[in-house]
């Protein structure tokens, strides 16, 4: 099982300046005794104004070929992704805009936040709408089939910070390709360690302008990530469904083929 720079198990972070928390699922342990194949499939924030140099690695060193938004139009808009020569990108928001409610727009941060039910509370809530909305599992069945048809190249998928939509939609992969719930877990609490000097960074920018303390408390935890947030979407699954093989069969319409087909192209 192979470690990044950071300690986080598994996939390696992409080496990469203007991306933080951009990793790459490869080599990272699936079922009976498999990893994931390298260079095929990468997680990720945002792609608002990435560096020259990186858009070169991703497209020559990475060998990008399709980046899949996760966000919705309006965070398209606010924040357009920067246009890699070559490579393909696939608009697929997986909540409507008034389910997110989550941004990290530093001007918009206060009057997000500013909800009377706290944090904690939103971010469960959230990750129940993940699994359990819908257009989420509309779009993350789009995912997994896009994925399904990728041929050759990387696949990189994407919200804004990289963490919650993609937290979930990567886990629902791993779970296909066979990877261990505790493994799932500690791919997603990676982004912890990526995120943590951006995240330190809005909430000096909120104190400097007096934010009131339960707001930044809110903020600190919309910013972050928890296991039992994970946890909560899954349990929601088992509690709806039965078991992940009929959420996946049955919200997300992939058949075992669709599954056997995502495990056969991406396993060594």
């Known amino acids: 099982m192979g470690f990044s720079e ?9 080496d990469l300046n203007s991306l933080d928390n951009t990793r790459d699922l490869g080599g990272m ?26 858009q070169n690695d991703l497209r020559r060193k990475y060998k990008l070929k399709t980046v899949i938004d996760f966000r919705t139009e309006t965070e398209q808009r606010e924040r357009p992704d920067t246009i890699i020569y070559g490579v393909e990108y696939i608009s697929n928001p997986v909540l409507e805009e008034g389910t997110v409610g989550i941004t990290r727009e530093q001007e918009k941060m206060e009057q997000l936040f500013s909800f009377d039910k706290g944090g904690e509370a939103y971010m469960l ?27 050759e190249g990387a696949v990189l998928w994407h919200c804004t910070a990289g963490k919650d939509r993609v937290g979930v939609g990567t886990a629902l992969l791993l779970h296909i390709l066979g990877a261990p719930f505790q493994r799932i877990l500690e791919d997603y609490m990676c982004s912890a360690t990526y995120l943590q000097q951006e995240t330190e960074a809005i909430l000096r920018m909120l104190d400097n302008r007096g934010v009131p303390s339960r707001v930044m408390k809110n903020v600190e ?14 349990e929601k699954i ?31």
Do not use: W
């Open 221 to 234: 935890i919309c910013l972050g990530v928890k296991e039992s947030y994970l946890v909560r979407a899954f």
């Open 125 to 151: 809530q959230l990750y129940e709408n993940l699994v359990m909305h819908r257009r989420a599992q509309s779009a993350y069945g789009d995912f997994l089939r896009l994925l399904k048809h990728h041929k």
């Open 6 to 14: 950071s300690g986080c198990p598994g996939g390696k972070r992409l």
């Open 29 to 54: 342990e699936a079922g009976g005794g498999q990893h994931i194949r390298e260079g095929r499939l990468f997680r990720s924030g945002d792609l608002y104004h990435v560096s020259f140099d990186d």
């Open 238 to 268: 088992d509690e709806k469904y039965g078991t992940m093989d009929k959420y996946l069969q049955k919200a997300l319409r992939l058949s075992p083929f669709d599954r056997n087909f995502l495990r056969d192209r991406y396993l060594i």
